[in-house]
């Protein structure tokens, strides 16, 4: 299989556990960082896939060049080492995925917006420093310390996938706090998700019984 299916989520928004339920269901993923076990490219190990994205965007005008073999990307963004890069956030580059991968999948994983800025707020700093501290599309830095920042960023994200993915049927937001969410997606990739749960908690949030990404 090549490239299926490409999330536009934001961090925190169950990124890991899309990425665990496809893996269970027997799909390749690149999910932020490439793990040198899932290919024999030593090139990409421990490579961005931001970064990989981009290299492949402007060296050959495919984003996913750097990615053969992989069945599906769920968290793209990095946004640590000094390094803030948010291809969701890039019409550009995603209207190259699209015109070069002819009925790619495209999701875009969703919570409720507080939600979002909370978790984003609780996990290794995100909102407290390094949002504010980087620049990201759409969040100059010095911005991003407040909740009502924060979520207006969000939702504005959001706004821009459904502009740009207007009455298409390869596009699908889901909210990941949706019961029916494992079937909707099964539904809409056409493959049988064996696995659905909450994965990537912040750690005041886990207990025995579940786990939010």
Known sequence: ?????????????????????????????????????????????????????????????????????????????VLSEGKSIWPQMDFGLINALRERHPGLKFVASNRDSWDISQSMLAWSNMGVTRLPENPVPGLPKGYGETSKERIQWIESHYAHLRKIFADDDDFLEYDVADPGVRDLLSGFLGISLPWWGRANANPENRNLDSEVA
């Open 1 to 77: 299989m090549s490239l299926m299916v490409v999330n536009l989520g934001l961090p925190k928004t169950g990124t890991t556990t899309l990425a665990r339920a496809l893996r269970r269901a027997g799909l390749v993923v690149a999910d932020h960082k490439i793990k040198p076990k899932q290919t024999n490219n030593r090139s990409i190990h421990n490579q961005f896939v931001a970064e990989l994205l981009y290299r492949g965007y402007y060296e050959s005008g495919d984003p996913a060049t750097f990615l053969y073999g992989f069945n599906a990307i769920t968290e793209m963004s």
